[in-house]
């Protein structure tokens, strides 16, 4: 039969605001955190990535927190432009898993101009 | 560099036929792994190559198969296709088994009717 589409948070924000999208990870031993962004037709492509080590980390215009007290992570873009509209997923790692990544559901982030 | 190639990009095929996939990596990436997407279910991990084995596998039914090549090129099969079966498939690479950037390629489209 027909599946049931995922219900995709949804995040909309006005052009040149900062944008915060938010994560919980399922597992307490993941210890490498990424992000990525899939636009529509196109395969997930890195934005940024962070290790448990670590509890923020900065790149171009992204910024991810990690809190692993609670298992969340977020992703922050400032100055958000038209351009960063797309799907943008979270995804987790263990160590003893190689190159297993498990991904969260994503977030559709809408920028109107 | 180029970046992670997928061939074909769209398929169409009916119920109980067999379908290949191929990956070529970016050049020096020595791991690949698959990922199926759908709308129902998301990204979900199929199974990682690296050095022509098979280092991580999903929970997929044994009709998801795969390999690699000396040249990091790496195939899946799915046989006997159900219509559950229809999804974006999405290869990565990076360079080792490891904690690392995976890059996306634009993945396959199949459609099986």
């Known amino acids: 039969g027909e599946s049931v589409g995922l219900h995709l948070p949804t995040l909309s924000v006005q052009e040149g605001d900062n944008s915060i999208i938010n994560c919980a990870y399922s597992n307490s031993a993941s210890d490498y955190f990424i992000w990525y962004k899939q636009e529509s037709g196109k395969g997930p492509q890195f934005i940024i990535d962070i290790r448990s080590n670590m509890d923020k980390r900065q790149g171009q215009r992204v910024t991810v927190l990690l809190n692993k007290t609670v298992k969340h992570l977020s992703l922050q873009i400032a100055a958000t432009q038209p351009g960063d509209s797309a799907v943008y997923f979270c995804?987790?790692?263990?160590?003893?898993?190689?190159?297993?990544?498990?991904f969260g559901q994503g977030t559709e982030l809408s920028v109107k101009p | 560099k180029a970046g992670v190639t997928q061939t074909p990009r769209y398929l169409i095929k009916t119920r109980g036929q067999q379908v290949t996939l191929s990956c070529s990596p970016i050049s020096g990436h020595r791991s690949v792994s698959w990922y199926q997407q759908t709308p129902g279910q998301g990204l979900q991990f199929l199974f990682e190559?690296?050095?022509?084995?098979?280092?991580n596998k999903g929970n997929f039914p044994g009709r998801f198969s795969g390999r690699q090549f000396s040249n990091s090129r790496s195939e899946m099969n799915v046989s006997t296709l159900e219509l559950g079966d229809s999804a974006l498939y999405l290869c990565?690479?990076?360079?080792?088994?490891?904690?690392?950037?995976?890059?996306f390629g634009p993945g396959t489209r199949l459609l099986v009717l």
């Open positions: 995804a987790e790692n263990m160590d003893n898993q190689g190159g297993k990544l498990i």
């Open positions: 990565a690479s990076s360079f080792t088994s490891a904690q690392e950037t995976q890059y």
């Open positions: 190559y690296f050095s022509e084995t098979q280092r």
